[in-house]
């Protein structure tokens, strides 16, 4: 990597630290800077990004836990379906052609920043589900944001944290369980990224320290302001992210 690169992806991390610290989203934004202009290739970049969250999460676990902020009954459910599909969807992934596979990491990350912006209507009021009801129905997302993150690369949260919030779920209990998502969806997927060969490992260094120093901040404003404005920047952000990576691939 050349000055300019080591310059841009250190405030891109710094800046995706602070957008998971206040709302659980924004790591899709590394992927294109990975791919330019830092020059990985599409799994290379994907793969790098993904092994980062495991660092970030556990950091945004323990400091929403100091802060009495993790409702653990959120998280057990849907860490337990990303421990699965988060392998299964970073094999998927192995498969695929670069262009095609940016295609389609795009396309998701449209999507899942429009549900952002725009929610759907709240299936059920929390308190009328029946707790093995809002377990399986935990479980599904986590399934759904593991093999999204996988997949990806953009970390389960993008893909939780909409969900969570249609479902009528508290956003800052929301983005508490997104930390702790992102361990579990980092592990599982790297675990078949490493045997691909797949993570970068001085990307990941650089990523890893600003995403950090990013994270503490980001914390403290997710306590202390409301998420929405930031989480509707950074859904901003990842569709301009999505739009840039389809343009390249087609």
């Known amino acids: 990597m050349d000055s300019g690169s080591v310059v841009l992806l250190a405030g891109v991390a710094l800046t995706v630290g602070v957008f998971i610290g206040t709302s659980g ?12 202009p830092v020059g990985l290739s599409v799994h290379h970049a994907v793969a790098t990004a993904l092994a ?5 999460g556990s950091a945004g676990t323990w400091l929403f836990a100091r802060r009495g902020s993790l409702e653990w009954q959120l998280i057990w459910p849907v860490c337990a379906g990303a421990a699965f599909a988060g392998y ?5 992934a192995a498969q695929i052609e670069a ?18 912006l725009r929610p759907p209507p709240v299936l059920a009021p929390r308190g009328v589900r029946a707790p093995r009801r809002e377990r399986l129905v935990l479980g599904g997302v986590g399934l759904t944001a593991g093999f999204g993150s996988g997949l990806s690369g953009a970390g389960g949260p ?14 800052l209990a929301t983005v508490g369980a997104a930390q702790g998502l992102q361990i579990v969806a980092a592990l ?6 490493l045997q691909a060969g797949a993570i970068n490992a001085h990307a990941l260094a ?8 990013g994270l503490v901040a980001g914390v403290r404003l997710a306590h202390a302001l409301s998420s929405a404005a930031l989480r509707q920047v950074a859904a901003w952000l990842c569709v ?11």
């Open 52 to 56: 980062s969250f495991l660092f970030i």
């Open 99 to 116: 262009r095609p596979l940016a295609l389609v990491i795009g396309l998701l990350i449209i999507g899942a920043s429009v549900l952002i």
């Open 206 to 213: 650089l990523i890893v320290v600003f995403q950090l120093a």
């Open 158 to 171: 993008i893909f939780s944290v909409p969900l969570m919030i249609a479902l009528g779920f508290p956003p």
């Open 25 to 36: 989203i924004g790591g899709v934004l590394l992927i294109p800077v990975l791919v330019h």
């Open 240 to 250: 301009g992210a999505g739009v840039l990576m389809v343009f390249r691939a087609v």
């Open 88 to 92: 299964i969807g970073a094999r998927f």
């Open 188 to 193: 599982s997927g790297s675990a078949a990224n």
